[in-house]
């Protein structure tokens, strides 16, 4: 959903309609739509953290995978308390390895670390 907000440039109503439309159990869907909306509805607070953190990359220059993979792992770290970050960096991770290229489980494996090292001062300045 995230991917389809951001590759077709879906306003977020769209997106939602593209992930409902999916067959998912209901309990994943809940959440789907949890994660997908409080990514969206953060956005720009997300972004300016992956822009702190990928040092040297502008965020338009990022795969788009690798940039969906980073918001959405950030998004459970800030704002999920029942997701352990080791967690959220290990799906990002292994998500990476299949939709990424060679390069991103390393990327996000290292952009996550150093912001889960950082995150009681990124959450103390929200």
Same mark, same amino acid.
């Given at each position: 959903?995230?991917?389809?907000? $951001?590759?077709?440039?879906? #306003?977020?109503?769209?997106? &939602?309609?593209? !992930? ?7 309990? *994943? ?30 965020? $338009?220059?990022?795969?788009? #995978?690798?940039?969906?993979? &980073?918001?959405? !792992? ?7 308390? *029942? ?44």
């Amino acid at each position: 959903m995230l991917f389809a907000f $951001e590759s077709g440039k879906n #306003t977020p109503q769209e997106a &939602l309609i593209i !992930a409902y439309e999916k067959p998912i159990e209901e309990k *994943d869907r809940e959440y789907i739509l949890k994660v997908c909306e409080g990514v969206i509805e953060n956005l720009e607070t997300i972004d300016r953290i992956i822009e702190k953190y990928t040092i040297d990359w502008k965020l $338009e220059r990022l795969l788009l #995978t690798d940039k969906t993979l &980073l918001r959405l !792992a950030i998004y459970e770290m800030l704002f999920c308390e *029942d997701i352990p970050e080791s967690v959220s960096i290990n799906e990002a991770v292994e998500l990476a390895k299949i939709y990424g290229d060679m390069k991103s489980p390393k990327f996000i494996n290292g952009v996550l670390g150093a912001i889960a090292r950082d995150l009681d001062n990124i959450k103390k300045s929200l």
